[in-house]
């Protein structure tokens, strides 16, 4: 079993690996629209797709692998970076626009 009850801060950011680290198909839709960050399911398999899948021998055969990595082609990590610079400059706007103004402004 797994609990945040002890620190419930860190449920979100667990959900949001464990949710990018498994194939969006076998992740509930509920759980997938909330916490799945395909930047970060793209970051996985660009850094572990040669990395072997982990099973018994007993089961190996009959076993599917949740998380398969594949190497991600140039196009999903051209669009990502573009993603990932949109979100970069959007938290930057936000951050800048939740700021408490100090009253001093540049001319």
Same mark, same amino acid.
């Given at each position: 079993?797994?609990?945040f /009850?002890?620190?419930? %801060?860190?449920? $979100?950011?667990? #959900?949001r690996?464990?949710?990018? /680290?498994?194939t969006? %198909?076998?992740v $509930?839709?509920? #759980?997938r629209?909330k916490?799945r960050d395909?930047?970060l399911a793209?970051r996985?398999?660009? #850094?572990?797709s040669?990395?072997?899948?982990?099973s018994t021998?007993?089961?190996?055969s009959t076993m599917?692998?949740?998380?398969?990595r594949?190497?991600p082609?140039?196009e999903?990590?051209?669009q990502t970076?573009?993603?990932?610079?949109?979100?970069?400059?959007?938290?930057?706007?936000n951050a800048?626009?939740?700021?408490p103004?100090t009253?001093?402004h540049?001319?």
């Amino acid at each position: 079993i797994i609990s945040f /009850a002890e620190d419930p %801060d860190q449920e $979100d950011a667990w #959900l949001r690996v464990w949710c990018s /680290a498994v194939t969006k %198909d076998n992740v $509930d839709s509920t #759980l997938r629209q909330k916490h799945r960050d395909e930047a970060l399911a793209l970051r996985l398999n660009l #850094l572990y797709s040669d990395q072997v899948g982990l099973s018994t021998k007993k089961r190996q055969s009959t076993m599917k692998l949740l998380s398969p990595r594949e190497v991600p082609s140039t196009e999903q990590l051209s669009q990502t970076a573009v993603d990932l610079e949109a979100s970069q400059a959007m938290r930057a706007y936000n951050a800048k626009r939740s700021a408490p103004d100090t009253g001093t402004h540049e001319a």
